[in-house]
């Protein structure tokens, strides 16, 4: 049982280029999360997928977009990266949305020169 | 707006005594869920304790306990016989029920050897 996993961990990126963050789980969560931390300013909320099929932005949605793959998977794209995009991104799950515990990956850092 | 205030950015505590994290929240619902959650230097992020807001009885999990007043808007956190492991970024964070949960910037804790 592997929780959340992220790939990759760490990635440089110039600015424009684009990629794509991938998340996984396999604890059958309905409910899954991306977040960027960015020091001083705690996790805040990138878009999220309250069941599979669904996704709907969070505080900080733009330069980003989502694909909730199926149950398990949850990928993050960046389409033009900016250096304003650097910082460490964290991908959730939680059984459902309604203040179930939410589980971690292990976080991806990336640097967009 | 929702927030959630950890006021104090650093703490020290000496190896085997306590020490006590503070978190305020700003809300207007009755019902929601409050977190507390772990960073190490690893980066994974770690669910310390869990409390739903219309348990009147404050969450314990070992050396961890809250203090939570509801009235008051806060929810900190005790750590009793603190261990070298215990050193972290810790993060109070706050379920509202609007599919979004919201984080503090984090406390971080140093352990005296």
Redesign the interface.
Known sequence: NAGVTQTPKFQVLKTGQSMTLQCAQDMNHN?M?WYRQDP??????IY?S?SEGTT?K??VPNGYNVSRLNKREFSLRLESAAPSQTS?Y?C?SSLT???D????G??TRLTVL | AQTVTQSQPEMSVQEAETVTLSCTYDTSESDYYLFWYKQPPSRQMILVIRQEAYKQQNATENRFSVNFQKAAKSFSLKISDSQLGDAAMYFCAYYPGTYKYIFGTGTRLKVLA
């Open positions: 409910s999360y001083g300013m705690g996790l805040r909320l999220y309250a709907d969070g505080e460490v964290f959730a949305q309604g203040g515990t939410q589980y971690f292990p976080g």
